[in-house]
């Protein structure tokens, strides 16, 4: 692809889900902070809709999780395509970014590549996991990665990529984790999930959980916390309780997750998350059968939850599918609430983690990476 340094001042970014819209806002809040005269158009959610110019499309609630349920997203995919085709065109931005979400964002990449709009991934998808052949294609059609983890660079570099780490973004949003105190009271978080399919598999599931916990531990409450996208009206539709005994949370700065004693997660940010905050966790995942299977045979990694993979042993306990029942989770659950020692082990290996993510200012870092590379002569943009 050419150096040509480019006369527009319009960035593209684009993510597809609840996490890659959080740090995608961040990142555009930095490129703005920096240089206020550089145009932001997105698809997102409603994190980026509020910090980008211009706003095409609320993709984050729309997204699929899985193997096969993309194949559903289908003609909503090809439609929103068109809409970014007939962007870059019209608007030649300066550069395109992704976040994650590597079904859509693959697209993106190969229809700005075709038009030598220079591209950078941020947030790059797990694709050491899985399906690794899905690096050559971010290789050859991105003139930057910017990775999450320590050990990404080296994996992406053998098929070709640019890629950098310059640590993981959420230090720049989760806080350092405060001094537990037990007061007498067992809260007990439900973090289910950010996608529709996940809600309606855990939702309940993990609510039945602290009804078994409860029975035992009657000094339990349990706080379900939300993502955005989706209003109390759903949540709530999906518990099978006439009455729930559940405090809805919904927040930013992760004060109340703080301050659980343990929290029940669907597997994916969250759990990296609870890591940072220092909470005792276990991680639980169901799926369509049909999903299960593929994920089988093409997963790469011993674990599912990103705790786990960093530390290379299981710090987290994780059950998956048919090991996902109430009895079972609400077992582990009161295994920690009988042993505070064990407790206390936990949140020692889970804040180890903190230690091997870098630094904070990673968006800010990230930010300045992306616009002195695209605007070389920065006199054309300022």
Same mark, same amino acid.
């Given at each position: 692809?050419?150096?040509?340094?480019?006369?527009?001042?319009?960035?593209?970014?684009?993510?597809?889900?609840?996490?890659?819209?959080?740090?995608?806002?961040?990142?555009?809040?930095?490129?703005?902070?920096?240089?206020?005269?550089?145009?932001?158009?997105?698809?997102?959610?409603?994190?980026?809709?509020?910090?980008?110019?211009? &706003?095409? #499309?609320?993709? @984050?609630?729309?997204?699929?999780? +899985?193997?096969? /349920?993309?194949?559903?997203?289908? %003609? $909503?995919?090809?439609?929103?395509?068109?809409?970014?085709?007939?962007?870059?065109?019209?608007?030649?931005?300066?550069?395109?970014?992704?976040?994650?979400?590597?079904?859509?964002?693959?697209?993106?990449?190969?229809?700005?590549?075709?038009?030598?709009?220079?591209?950078?991934?941020?947030?790059?998808?797990?694709?050491?996991?899985?399906?690794?052949?899905?690096?050559?294609?971010?290789?050859?059609?991105?003139?930057?990665?910017?990775?999450? &983890?320590? #050990?990404?660079? @080296?994996?992406?570099?053998?098929? +070709?990529?640019? /890629?950098?780490?310059?640590?993981? %973004? $959420?230090?720049?949003?989760?806080?350092?984790?405060?001094?537990?105190?037990?007061?007498?009271?067992?809260?007990?978080?439900?973090?289910?999930?950010?996608?529709?399919?996940?809600?309606?598999?855990?939702?309940?599931?993990?609510?039945?959980?602290?009804?078994?916990?409860?029975?035992?531990?009657?000094?339990?409450?349990?706080?379900?916390?939300?993502?955005?996208?989706?209003?109390?009206?759903?949540?709530?539709?999906?518990?099978?309780?006439?009455?729930?005994?559940?405090?809805?949370?919904?927040?930013?700065?992760?004060?109340?997750?703080?301050?659980?004693?343990?929290?029940?997660?669907?597997?994916?940010?969250?759990?990296?998350?609870?890591?940072?905050?220092?909470?005792?966790?276990?991680?639980?995942?169901?799926?369509?059968?049909?999903?299960?299977?593929?994920?089988?045979?093409?997963?790469?990694?011993?674990?599912?939850?990103?705790?786990?993979?960093?530390?290379?042993?299981?710090?987290?306990?994780?059950?998956?599918?048919?090991?996902?029942?109430?009895?079972?989770?609400?077992?582990?659950?009161?295994?920690?609430?009988?042993?505070?020692?064990?407790?206390?082990?936990?949140?020692?290996?889970?804040?180890?983690?903190?230690?091997?993510?870098?630094?904070?200012?990673?968006?800010?870092?990230?930010?300045?990476?992306?616009?002195?590379?695209?605007?070389?002569?920065?006199?054309?943009?300022?």
């Amino acid at each position: 692809m050419p150096n040509i340094v480019p006369t527009s001042k319009n960035i593209l970014v684009v993510a597809g889900d609840v996490s890659g819209d959080l740090h995608a806002s961040n990142l555009v809040r930095e490129i703005k902070r920096i240089n206020p005269n550089v145009k932001i158009t997105a698809l997102g959610g409603k994190r980026l809709k509020e910090t980008a110019d211009n &706003f095409l #499309f609320d993709l @984050a609630s729309k997204g699929a999780s +899985g193997f096969v /349920a993309p194949l559903v997203k289908l %003609p $909503l995919w090809i439609k929103l395509l068109k809409m970014v085709r007939g962007y870059l065109d019209s608007e030649q931005p300066a550069c395109v970014i992704v976040v994650d979400f590597y079904g859509f964002n693959s697209q993106v990449l190969g229809m700005a590549k075709h038009r030598n709009i220079p591209c950078y991934y941020y947030v790059a998808p797990q694709v050491w996991a899985s399906r690794h052949n899905r690096t050559k294609t971010i290789a050859s059609s991105t003139k930057k990665v910017i990775t999450i &983890f320590p #050990f990404e660079p @080296a994996f992406h570099a053998k098929y +070709g990529s640019n /890629a950098v780490f310059l640590g993981n %973004p $959420l230090l720049d949003i989760v806080p350092q984790p405060k001094e537990h105190v037990f007061d007498g009271t067992f809260r007990l978080g439900i973090l289910p999930g950010s996608r529709v399919g996940e809600l309606t598999k855990h939702t309940d599931l993990f609510y039945k959980t602290f009804k078994e916990v409860q029975k035992i531990f009657p000094n339990t409450k349990a706080y379900l916390f939300c993502v955005p996208e989706f209003s109390d009206e759903f949540y709530l539709s999906l518990i099978k309780d006439s009455n729930p005994q559940v405090t809805l949370v919904r927040e930013t700065d992760y004060k109340e997750r703080g301050n659980m004693d343990f929290l029940i997660t669907c597997s994916g940010t969250a759990t990296l998350e609870n890591a940072l905050l220092g909470v005792p966790m276990l991680v639980a995942y169901k799926m369509s059968s049909i999903t299960f299977k593929v994920a089988k045979a093409v997963i790469k990694v011993p674990y599912i939850s990103l705790v786990n993979i960093l530390a290379g042993k299981e710090v987290v306990k994780e059950f998956i599918q048919h090991f996902a029942t109430a009895k079972n989770l609400s077992a582990e659950v009161m295994s920690y609430f009988q042993n505070p020692q064990k407790t206390k082990k936990m949140r020692e290996q889970l804040l180890n983690i903190r230690k091997t993510l870098g630094d904070p200012g990673v968006a800010k870092r990230a930010a300045e990476l992306i616009l002195n590379d695209v605007f070389a002569n920065k006199k054309q943009v300022l």
